[in-house]
């Protein structure tokens, strides 16, 4: 049995609850009661968004026996199959206005309990409640950035240890500091950073998510406003660079004496500017869902990994990465590729992250880590974010995703071009206005793909011959200049009008027409009509396309063009 609380007396705040403190015994208390409340349920679904109401929901539902399911969206497809899987269950949520619309489903608010515990308070409970070490606290799931989202179950003695593996990592925060995270504490980062750490290391959770930099900035001030010497501030890299483009200017970040990070890696070159802007060290977690910390860094400082307080990293006999001790039940296979700093993990085994096993990737005999192409194509001028990636799982081109702002297609491919082998240049290459990036700013594969699928300016290659389609849409205005005296009072679009919409949709894509061997004009074109565009272009770079309007082709032909690029 290992009890609720760790560190605490029973007059220490546990939880700023909208800048007010909640004392260690006032939170079993209302924890307690509220257990005793909940449905009779093996599972809860926490879907709680407000950081008080999370850690009060999970403690209720610990203290009832109950299991956290962790949901990695709040989709209604997701929900929906986790339903399935998890049938004996209900909702906690904020406020039943926030509840999901599902069927059938009970929902638990909780800002009512927060609400009438400020009013009326149940008795303090103290010691805190027990709870058995095997009991499964929480089925978290892998982001599916690499595929499906994986469940994985975690017992109350794990994640506590896990707790203890992260506190001799980075030691005891001091008293006075508080817990702010940016993180959803669905994600095991959070819920170790904001939920396990803030139950079991003696320093309370302050009441925020910020999620702009103008949020972050608030919070700060409040948690000052109630007393908060020092901040710990959990967050992503990708959050990171967004308070710091816009926070820059401060100084220092008001309060905050410490940043962890995690989620994915964490450029050295942005750790560096922030603790040289901020005066605060940026540390980084390396670690996963499967087993959580296992190793940190300090990016400004090392570009090496140091294994995570108890746990050893070693090569097993079939050349895989394996990490044991400290609060893993058993040893871990590692999927991700690691390099030792020196053989075999000796003299501390400290190491460095290469990629992703799912990250390599072979095309036309040549490997590369998508990782690293990606890290190459934000390096190009003008863009803000992107990824590339496997359209399919057999497929032999790959395919990106591409935020920038004024640019086209040819450039960016340009600038790609002198960075990665031509083999690996991106068709299609999509650009969008943002991301799918998940609450942790992750890209999950299966929402790339849908993506991919849904665009009618760019659809993926085809494996057989490699063949590129392009489609669109145009419409000829009346007032265009070479409709005056062409077919005087029934004026009719002109050929060269019609060709150039086709040499402009592939200009789009990064081809340059060369020539038109063969074109032939079927039915006249009126203008004001919609016209539908068709390309396809061969790895010979042979574009053969046609122009419809309504269920007829008006135009057919075949261009020879060149990519605008080395990679045809």
Known sequence: MLPLLRGYEPDRTVLFDRGSPVSAAAFCGMATAMSARLPAARFAFNLCEGSAAFL?????????????VLPPSRLDRTLDELRAAYP???????????A???PNVQSVALCPELDAANVSPPPDVWPPPMIPAAHVVAILFTSGSTGAPQPHAKSWGEMCEGTQTLLRSFGTPPRGAALLGTVPPQHMFGFETTVMLALQSGTPLFDARPLYPADLAHALDAAAASGV????????????????????????????????????????????????DWDVPVEEIFGCTEGGILATRRPAKARFFAPAAGLVFSISADASVRVSGGHLPQPLAMSDRLQPEFVAFADGGRFEVTGRGEDMVKIAGKRASLQALTRELLAVPGVDDGVLFLPAADATRLAAIVVAPGRARHEIRSGLAGRIDPAFMPRPLLLMPV???DANGKLPLGDLQALLRAQRTAVAVEDADGTEIFVGEATIPADH????????GHAIVPGVVLLELVEALLAEHGYRVRECPQVKFLVP????????????VTERASARFAIGVADKRAVVGRFACESVVADA
């Open 88 to 98: 004996d269950s209900y909702y906690l949520v904020d406020a039943l206005s926030a």
């Open 525 to 536: 074109v009126d203008p004001l009509t919609r016209l539908t565009l068709r390309v396809e």
């Open 435 to 437: 991301l799918p990036r």
């Open 229 to 276: 010497d020092e901040v710990w501030l959990m967050s992503t890299p990708l959050q990171l660079r967004a308070f710091h483009r816009e926070l820059r200017q401060c100084g220092e970040l008001r309060a905050v004496r410490r940043i962890i990070t995690a989620t994915m890696p964490l450029d050295p070159d942005l750790a560096l500017t922030i603790e040289r």
């Open 100 to 102: 999901p619309r599902s």
């Open 56 to 68: 009060l929901a999970t403690a209720a539902a610990l203290l009832a026996r109950q299991t956290l």
């Open 481 to 488: 200049p070479a409709l005056p005296g062409h077919f005087p």
